[in-house]
T-cell receptor
């Protein structure tokens, strides 16, 4: 059974700092890994999707990497801003289709 | 248009009521999902529809009844719910068959409170 773990559970950093969020998964038979952002009381916004054959994806100040063999992904946020404060969730879609399993998320707070 | 629209945003219902949550997307996606999310917990998959047919039911109690009347709409019918069913219900959609690059798009969710 696929399990997704995110470390740390919470993180508080000063504005401008670069930071790394970690995600690990137990079953490497995945189609893709996706990073989402969730603001309090809101839905999920997709940030980056890495296909199983890819190693990384970049969008603006965000860079996500995937090491499928070791079951790890990182989300790198450069030059953090207060507007980045949110919960970041990683999710893996298993082969076999449709079942996307989420980690518990990392709650990020960027202090101005 | 990369939007999934959910209504209502908030719903309060008694344990004997019957209500429905609605979800709509116009991205041409043929896979649609219902997730349940409790406070400070990750979303948990409830149901998946593929080409308007129920593909996955994650052992959800029968008091939750999904319906996919067409390729753009997804409903979740609620009846005889319990207070512990209070949660954020998220609808999502994605393409089918274009794996492994299927981005999942989520709606803003419907906050359900059962009293």
């Amino acid at each position: 059974k696929q399990e997704v773990t995110q470390i740390p559970a919470a993180l508080s950093v000063p504005e401008g700092e670069n930071l790394v969020l970690n995600c690990s998964f137990t079953d490497s038979a995945i189609y893709n890994l996706q990073w989402f952002r969730q603001d309090p009381g809101k839905g999920l916004t997709s940030l980056l999707l890495i296909q199983s054959s890819q190693r990384e994806q970049t969008s603006g100040r965000l860079n996500a990497s995937l090491d499928k063999s070791s079951g790890r992904s990182t989300l790198y946020i450069a030059a953090s801003q207060p507007g980045d404060s949110a919960t970041y969730l990683c999710a893996v879609e298993n082969t076999g289709g449709f079942k996307t399993i989420f980690g518990a998320g990392t709650r990020l707070f960027v202090k101005a | 248009d990369t939007e999934v629209t959910q209504t209502p945003k908030h719903l309060v219902m008694g344990m004997t009521n019957k209500k429905s949550l609605k979800c709509e997307q116009h991205m041409g996606h043929r896979a649609m999902y219902w997730y349940k999310q409790k406070a400070k917990k990750p979303p948990e998959l409830m149901f998946v529809y593929s080409y308007e047919k129920l593909s996955i039911n994650e052992s959800v109690p029968s008091r939750f009844s999904p319906e996919c009347p067409n390729s753009s709409l997804l409903n979740l019918h609620l009846h005889a719910l319990q207070p512990e069913d209070s949660a954020l219900y998220l609808c999502a959609s994605s393409q089918v068959g274009a794996k492994p690059g299927n981005t999942i798009y989520f709606g803003e969710g419907s906050w359900l409170t059962v009293v």
